[in-house]
């Protein structure tokens, strides 16, 4: 299906001088910015596009107040992206826009874009792991962070009203792989058969309710994921827990409250699936989301976790 990742995304924002401010110190690099939108970048070029709620060339909303508009997706080449537009095109209605791109909506009524890859090869090292079997590190401390600068969109976590309806859509027709599910509550599913353990992660919760869960990015390694979620702290943003490990997937996270809304995530060290992996199940527990997580966060200043709040 050609899918290579997640190519940008974009946010109806209610206030754009907030959304701005955290995305700066969120670690990401604005590429432009007016009184109509500001657009950012991660380091590999994927694209976090800002508008009000109000502009007229937002895709319509999931759910109230701030939140995702569109993911747009990245395709290998134009050659793929037409013949993918060309079968979508059998059984739904797509708009093609003036940039190449071309626009759907997936049955939540989430706007789907698909381009031409415009993400680059980044040289984004990480500190190798010198671990008991295998010393990676040699005369070399591992780096420490003043704050992040996130490598690229990794994946979108969006709670969905009809589980099934959502995977068949997005398995059926856009080519995602399962990597790992909640029989009846979630699906983890990647866009390409040798990935990360994840692009997107359908949640369905007992309120039906639909909305953006969380972005992730990626950064560098276990270290920038504490050194982006202090900073991020210190600058006034409040976690809403991590820094903390997913036993499924394996990854370090940190996830902070965003004014674009939803919550954003940094990850790193997940896990790398090929089309020899055999997708688990599992049911949801606490355990499962985290094996170990600060609840409210670190304090950067004091470095002692936040008072957690009672119950
Ligand atoms: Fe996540």
């Not at 415009?118 to 990480?126: D, E, Y």
């Not at 869960?213 to 270290?223: C, P």
């Not at 976690?239 to 997937?249: A, W």
């Not at 409250?257 to 090929?274: H, M, Q, R």
């Amino acid at each position: 299906m050609n899918l290579t990742g997640i190519d940008a995304i974009t946010y109806g924002v209610e206030d754009l001088k907030d959304a701005r401010r955290f995305l700066a110190d969120w670690g990401l690099k604005k590429v432009r910015s007016s009184a109509q939108a500001a657009v950012f970048e991660t380091l590999d070029g994927g694209q976090v596009t800002v508008r009000p709620t109000t502009a007229k060339a937002l895709p319509p909303a999931i759910e109230p107040g701030p939140t995702l508009r569109e993911v747009t997706w990245g395709v290998s080449g134009r050659r793929a992206l037409d013949a993918l537009v060309k079968r979508l095109g059998k059984s739904f209605e797509v708009t093609l826009r003036k940039d190449g791109s071309a626009l759907l909506t997936d049955p939540m009524g989430m706007a789907v874009g698909l381009r031409v890859q415009k993400r680059r090869k980044v040289k984004a090292a990480g500190s190798p792991a010198n671990t008991a079997d295998r010393v990676q590190r040699i005369d070399k401390p591992a780096r420490v962070y003043d704050r992040a600068e996130p490598v690229g969109i990794g994946h979108v976590v969006l709670n969905v009203p009809d589980l099934a309806e959502m995977e068949a859509f997005y398995t059926g027709h856009l080519g995602f792989q399962v990597s790992d599910r909640y029989p009846g509550r979630g699906v983890f599913l990647r866009c390409r058969k040798r990935g990360g353990h994840h692009n997107l992660f359908l949640l369905q919760l007992p309120t039906g309710k639909a909305g953006l869960n969380h972005v992730a990015f990626t950064v560098r390694d276990i270290h920038e994921v504490f050194g982006g979620g202090l900073h991020v702290s210190r600058a006034g943003w409040e976690t809403q827990i991590g820094p903390g490990r997913h036993p499924i997937s394996s990854a370090y996270f940190w996830y902070v409250k965003n004014p674009c809304g939803g919550l954003v995530e940094y990850y790193a060290d997940e896990d790398y699936l090929t089309e020899k992996w055999r997708p688990r199940k599992f049911q949801p527990s606490p355990e499962l989301f985290a094996e170990w997580a600060i609840d409210g966060g670190l304090d950067g200043v004091s470095r002692r976790q936040r008072a957690a709040k009672a119950g």
